[in-house]
């Protein structure tokens, strides 16, 4: 169980256009979803918090006009880097929370991630 | 302000030796840790947990103790095997349910 998907694996565009990343919870209802970033060699940076039906926390320094976060229901959250710029490149990686889940309901499952590269 | 560290960077040990890993916390209010796994190229995985009332946990081939009195945190692995070999990451569940990460150590298993 607590399988978390992401969508695409990997993604190429060119500057200033739009890239869309999805984060599914495939087994469990996820109420809490987390977005990081990670740069190589470097551990995970939290970018946003969201939970189902409401607006995404944003960390400091977060852009959330860039980085829209979209978490409209209890399996799917999205990610979606707007007028992306080559140093946007990075590996994005979900994490979902799922508060059912008996003896692990603070626990983050995380995604496979999403390698982005913009031109 | 509060942090999650580790002490070593890298670790090469033998295939089939154990291997320690460790962490050192600094939120005395962390209530809840856990240790992930991450591969080349893939997301963290969930290896094993463990809450503040309790001093070791085991799973398969791997422990996680608990020192809350220093503040220390260590997952060990028995028989490390190649596929053992990957960066391993501490966190840290604050009271405001939020992950800290450590920086993460390598473990690199040699044939």
């Known amino acids: 169980g607590a399988v978390v998907s992401q969508h695409p694996s990997r993604v190429i565009c060119k500057s200033g256009t739009s890239v869309k990343i999805e984060c599914r919870s495939l087994?469990?209802?996820?109420?809490?979803m987390f977005w990081y970033r990670q740069f190589p060699k470097k551990s995970l940076m939290l970018m946003a918090t969201s939970n189902e039906g409401s607006k995404a926390t944003y960390e400091q320094g977060v852009e959330k006009d860039k980085f829209l976060i979209n978490h409209a229901s209890l399996t799917l959250s999205t990610l979606t880097v707007t007028s992306a710029h080559p140093e946007d490149s990075s590996f994005y990686i979900c994490s979902a929370r799922g508060e059912w889940l008996a003896g692990h309901t603070d626990t983050q499952y995380f995604g496979p991630g999403t390698r982005l590269t913009v031109l | 302000g509060e942090s999650v560290g580790l002490h070593l960077p890298t670790l090469s040990v033998q295939e089939g030796d154990n291997s320690i890993i460790n962490c050192a916390y600094s939120?005395?209010?962390?209530?809840?840790f856990i240790w992930y796994k991450q591969e080349s190229g893939k997301g963290p995985q969930f290896i094993i947990d463990?809450?503040?009332?309790?001093d070791k946990r085991q799973g398969q081939r791997v422990t996680v103790l608990l020192n809350k009195t220093v503040k220390h945190l260590s997952l060990q692995i028995a028989a490390t095997q190649p596929g053992d070999s990957a960066v391993y990451f501490c966190?840290?569940?604050?009271?405001?349910?939020?992950?800290?990460f450590g920086g993460g150590t390598r473990l690199m298993v040699k044939p």
């Open positions: 463990i809450r503040s009332n309790m």
């Open positions: 966190a840290e569940n604050n009271a405001g349910n939020m992950l800290t």
């Open positions: 087994d469990f209802q996820a109420t809490t």
């Open positions: 939120n005395s209010a962390s209530d809840y």
